[in-house]
Antibody
Framework: EEQLLESGGGLVQPGGSLRLSCAAS????????MSWVRQAPGKGLEWVSG???????TYADSVKGRFFISRDNSNNTLHLQMDSLTAEDTAIYYC????????WGQGALVTVSS | DIQMTQSPSTLSASVGDRVTITCRAS??????LAWYQQKPGKAPKLLIY???TLNSGVPSRFSGSGSGTEFTLTISSLQPDNFATYYC?????????FGQGTKLEIK
């Protein structure tokens, strides 16, 4: 059974850093484009970043230069390194498979607050 | 960036109704449009991709149409399980923007 399991969320102070991970199982991870999508409390969906099967990455303007997406195909894991966090980054962060986003994890909550 | 605008933002309907949600793109995205359903506290689920192709396991009462800049999601006969928030997303070009969502409520 295919599964995406996010981890690494939590409470961080403004200006701090956090690294999210997404463990994939049940499918051929290396073959898929993977993405991060976030949802601020009570708000809509925002595509954050994506990485192709070949390793090419793209970012939303709102996170460009602060977030870094990577993938470890040997361990079937997607990562999102988030630096210089602000309150506006508070959200549930979902990892998602494919393009379009055919399968989603359950999300990891990131709270940026002092 | 391509802006995606959904209408209406909220839709009140009854079980058995036929409803349509519209999504407009600020520039042509060909047919590179997906629709997602999200229920409270849950991750979104893909309903339709490439504007009109039903994802595996999605009931046939859901349908999508359109190309270029104007798209619609239609639910032919609402069921209790269909009351949720629906999002469109373009995946024609980065960043892959979403519409603001349409909340489908029980009348």
């Amino acid at each position: 059974e295919e599964q995406l399991l996010e981890s690494g969320g939590g409470l961080v102070q403004p200006g701090g850093s956090l690294r999210l991970s997404c463990a994939a199982s049940g499918f051929t991870f290396r073959s898929f484009t993977m993405s991060w999508v976030r949802q601020a409390p009570g708000k809509g969906l925002e595509w954050v970043s994506g990485i192709s099967s070949g390793g090419s990455s793209t970012y939303a303007d709102s996170v460009k230069g602060r977030f870094f997406i990577s993938r470890d195909n040997s361990n079937n894991t997607l990562h999102l390194q988030m630096d210089s966090l602000t309150a506006e980054d508070t959200a549930i962060y979902y990892c998602a498979r494919g393009l379009p986003l055919g399968y989603w994890g359950q999300g990891a909550l990131v709270t940026v607050s002092s | 960036d391509i802006q995606m605008t959904q209408s209406p933002s909220t839709l009140s309907a009854s079980v058995g109704d036929r409803v349509t949600i519209t999504c407009r793109a600020s520039q042509s995205i060909s047919s590179w449009l997906a629709w997602y359903q999200q229920k409270p506290g849950k991750a979104p689920k893909l309903l339709i991709y490439k504007a009109s192709t039903l994802n595996s396991g999605v009931p046939s009462r859901f349908s999508g149409s359109g190309s270029g800049t104007e798209f619609t999601l239609t639910i032919s006969s609402l069921q209790p399980d269909n009351f949720a928030t629906y999002y469109c997303q373009q995946y024609n070009s980065f960043p892959y923007t979403f519409g603001q969502g349409t909340k489908l409520e029980i009348k």
